[in-house]
């Protein structure tokens, strides 16, 4: 054990491509639809197994075809799956609309069997997560299961991120349990009520977030690339430009997954930054999200790039 572990959901991704999303009643055609893995967890596992680094994920599955494709997904990774499988639910699902003049995408996700991740979930993974050298979680299975999680990952001397994504209000004290937190601008707003349209916006959230416990905050940009503040530092890390966009949907868990394998490898954390950064960079001018996490040689490329 050891390693990188994240817990999250996997759901299988159903994602339509078209001009614009239907309004209710309406009915369009598409230009294309895809049927993948998703799942912010298990993207980011995925990235981190196709950079190289030594990771398990956990969480809960159906008994059906698209916890088959789960399980085919990570071993093509190199992920440690840890499944508890529920046969009284469904592998979750997400509609996935994709603009197709600009890639940007709108997702709803029915996590399944994922939504019944509990704290006994975690406590019978103790041992692993007391062992990991970085633990990472999102905010799609159940908030008492990814507080638990933080609370061993952190006793056990894991660095612990929390990507807080899809957003929502945090238990008094969660914050203090995260070495890192990872919000788009968006969540980062949810989170602290405070606009972040521009690096003052960031600075002002990252700083709230901070206060409130958070022992460093990267707040996501997108193609302004990430800001990074702690009580020492504040920096805008750029953007990295590896091509043209095709879809973000796997944006963010990229650049998750890139932070979480620098910070496991023992990068600084300016550098995993910008590894993040560069990680997603690549994924984007990608098609899907599982499906576009690059490797570490692809990585290393363009950050070598001048």
Not at 33 to 40: H, I, Q, T
Not at 64 to 93: C, H, K, L, N, Q
Not at 185 to 197: D, F, P, S
């Amino acid at each position: 054990m050891g390693g990188i572990v994240i817990l999250g959901v996997f759901v299988a991704d159903t994602a339509y491509r078209a001009a614009r999303q239907p309004r209710m009643g309406e009915t369009l055609l598409g230009q294309s639809f895809a049927l993948g893995p998703g799942g912010k967890g298990s993207n980011q596992a995925v990235a981190c197994g196709r950079l190289g680094a030594e990771v398990a994920f956990i969480t809960r599955l159906g008994q059906d075809p698209f916890a088959e494709m789960a399980r085919r997904t990570w071993g093509a990774a190199g992920v440690t799956p840890v499944v508890t499988e529920d046969a009284d639910s469904y592998t979750g699902a997400a509609f996935i609309f994709v603009d197709a003049a600009s890639g940007d995408n709108a997702i709803i996700i029915a996590p399944g069997a994922a939504a019944r991740i509990g704290p006994e979930d975690i406590e019978a993974e103790a041992a692993r997560l007391g062992a990991a050298n970085v633990f990472v979680t999102q905010l799609e299975q159940p908030l008492p299961a990814a507080l638990r999680a933080l609370e061993l990952a952190r006793a056990g001397g894991a660095t612990t991120i929390l990507n807080p994504a899809p957003a929502a209000p945090l238990p008094a004290g969660m914050l203090g349990f995260c070495d890192w937190v990872t919000p788009n601008e968006a969540e980062a707003e949810t989170l602290t009520g405070i606009a972040v349209a521009d690096e003052a916006g960031a600075k002002r959230a990252a700083e709230r977030l901070v206060a409130d416990g958070a022992g460093g905050v990267v707040v996501t940009l997108g193609a302004r690339g990430a800001y990074m503040h702690t009580p020492a530092m504040s920096e805008v890390i750029p953007a990295f430009t590896a091509g043209p966009v095709v879809e973000t949907t796997g944006a963010g868990d990229a650049f998750n997954g890139g932070f979480a394998t620098a910070l496991a490898g023992g990068a600084a954390p300016r550098d995993a930054v910008r590894y993040g950064c560069a990680t997603a960079a690549i994924s984007v001018t990608r098609a899907g999200a599982a499906a576009s996490m690059p490797t570490a040689a692809e990585v290393a490329a363009l950050l070598a790039a001048p």
